[in-house]
Each structure stands twice: as structure tokens, then as C-alpha cells.
């Protein structure tokens, strides 16, 4: 692929990418490079109505458009299919009425390539497919990244902004919140008592492969309070309510929780004024690194970057023959990788984080 890969500037163009939550994230940079290399370019975003609040309100996107995806298949569990045809038939139509010049498949998976196709766009761009998403693309760039840095934080995709010859300017990831998320957070800080000062916990995700163990969250939280001076707010999705209850349990100190209470986008502007994030692999932790706030990723079994490209993010990763698996490990639950995470490894990442603790007094 050359910079001159386009007949012409494209003059409306489609951003497909659907989900997860850290990967919306990591692809937003691509937002403003587009936004730089095409000025007058009708910019929109297909997503899932599950991460769609993460990139709703970028300021250089003209529009979001919105899948639904767990209600149509709640339709075809329900074998409403009348109503299921007359959803998608109506979303397609939407897609096509923009009259896309330029459609780019950012994830690289069977149902984002369907929907590049789909869209009508002439010309369909897509990094690799695990899945033959390829297939419906005019043009495919190879995920191995040559030349690039895979360590890098959203390497992919600032490689794909290369190979089309957009202009990546810092390339930086971005999280838009609204008034409405500032201010809950800031009514949220009050309530709850952390207007010194707080630490946010990130301790949950959808891979147990990917969890930190819960006493040393315990023994970590009182450490930084301890230490710091920092009280630990955790945040978590609604299923992670009977983990937080029992890592609190096992505190010493009162560490607050917000885990089920806030919307994505909420529990980011939390994050915006926090002193520290410590996380796993999910969403927010790399959210923290968008948002240039002091941040600890701790990875196990999913190695997703090493460097953060931020002088506040740190990576937290013990490499062994079998990493990363990805979420299919061999040693049978016992996740060495990141048992040789411990207290005593975090607590002095956070002080080369934030420096002496008398730096910090006051």
C-alpha cells in the first residue's frame, strides 16, 4: 500500500469498529488522523450499542451509528424474524445512504468485515482477519506490522494510518466525556470522601486468566493508604459485585466502591482526576493510560502493549515461555506469570510512579 493509495480524497468515510471496550480505546487515534489528512471529510463510526458511549461524543466525528447486537440476538432467540429483517435491512440503509467513499475495518473479525461490505463503500480497507474478514475488503493490511513496534500501545492501527499515508500527528488515544460524566464524578469524589486524594482499583475482567488475586488487591489497597495516603475507590461492571465485597472483606483500611454504579464514560471521568489507576488487562486501565493519569497496568496471560507512550503509564509483566497465552493457559490455574506480580513490585512502581512519599505530602 502507498500514500497514494486512493484514486481521490475521500469525501465520506466509515470507521468499523465494534467492540471491546479497551480496543475502541486503542483505535480512537485514528479519529484525528483522518480528521488531519481530510478536513472536509464526512467522518462516521459504526459501534456496538454496548461500547458506544466510549467514542459518541469524539468532537472530530460527524456521527455515530449504533448495532444493537444483544437485541438482535434476543430477536433471533425470540424468532421474531420479521422484526430482526426490517432492523437490519433499515441499519444497511442507513449505512448506504451516506454514500461511503472509503470504509476501514478496524477489527478484523468475520461480522466487522460483513459490515464494511455492507456498507457499499467502493473502496474497503481492513487490517487481517482471524477470521476472513479479508474477504470483503479491496485491500488488506498484514497485522504483523512490519517496520512498526507491536510493543507499542495501538501499533496496529497507527501502522495502518502509515500504510495510507495519513498524517498521525502524536497519534494519541482519546476518551470524550461530557459535562454530564465531570460532574458525576466530582458529586462522587464529595460523597464519598476523597477529595484529598484517591487511588482507582481496576480489578476485574472477563478472563479469570487475566485477574490479579484478590488478597493482594486487599493487601495493596491498605499499602497505599498506609503509605500514600491514598484511599482506593474500586470500579467494576454489575457482575463484579460479590468480588469487590470480598476483597474489601479482606482489607484492613475502608476502601470505597463504585463497582455496578457508574456508565463507562463515568467511571472514566473518575479516573481523569484520580491519583493513581491500577488495573488488569480491561478497558479502563488502558483508559487511564489514555488519559494521561498515573497508571499501573498489571498483564498476565495478555500482553496487549509494554510501552504506553505516556512517561505516566507503567506495564507490570513477568515474561515466561508460554506468554502471552492469550487466554488459553496451560499450568492449570495457577497463572505464574502473574503470581510473580507481587505487593512489595507494585508499591515500588507506584513510588517510581509518583516519587517519595514526602513529594506527595501536603
Known sequence: MTPNLLEREPRSILLVRLSARGDIVFSSPMVRALRRSYPQAHLTWLVEAHTAELIRHHPELDEVLVWDRS?????????????????????VRDLRSRKFDLALDLQGLLRSGVWTFLS????????????????????????????????????????????????????RMEVPLTREDRTFARAAVRALGLSGGYAVAVPFTTLPSKHWFEDRWARLMDDLERERGLPTVILGGPGDQEAQ???????????????GETSLTQAAALLETADLV??????LTHMGMALERPTIAIFGSNIPYTDPRTEKGRVLVHWLE???CRGNPTCDGEFPCLRRITVEEVMATVRDLLGPEDENTG
Open 71 to 91: 437485541r438482535w440476538r434476543s430477536l433471533l432467540r425470540e424468532r421474531r424474524f420479521g422484526t430482526l429483517f426490517r432492523e437490519a435491512r433499515k441499519l
Open 245 to 259: 465485597r470480598r476483597i474489601r472483606a479482606m482489607t484492613g483500611g475502608k476502601p470505597r466502591s463504585l463497582v
Open 278 to 283: 491500577i488495573g488488569v488487562d480491561t478497558g
Open 322 to 324: 508460554c506468554s502471552p
Open 120 to 171: 457499499g463503500a467502493a473502496t474497503r480497507i481492513g487490517l487481517q482477519s482471524r477470521e476472513g474478514s479479508g474477504l470483503f475488503m479491496t485491500r488488506v493490511v498484514d497485522r504483523d506490522r512490519k517496520g512498526g513496534d507491536p510493543a507499542l500501545v495501538s501499533s496496529e492501527y497507527l501502522y495502518l494510518a502509515r500504510q495510507m499515508g495519513l498524517d498521525v500527528g502524536d497519534f
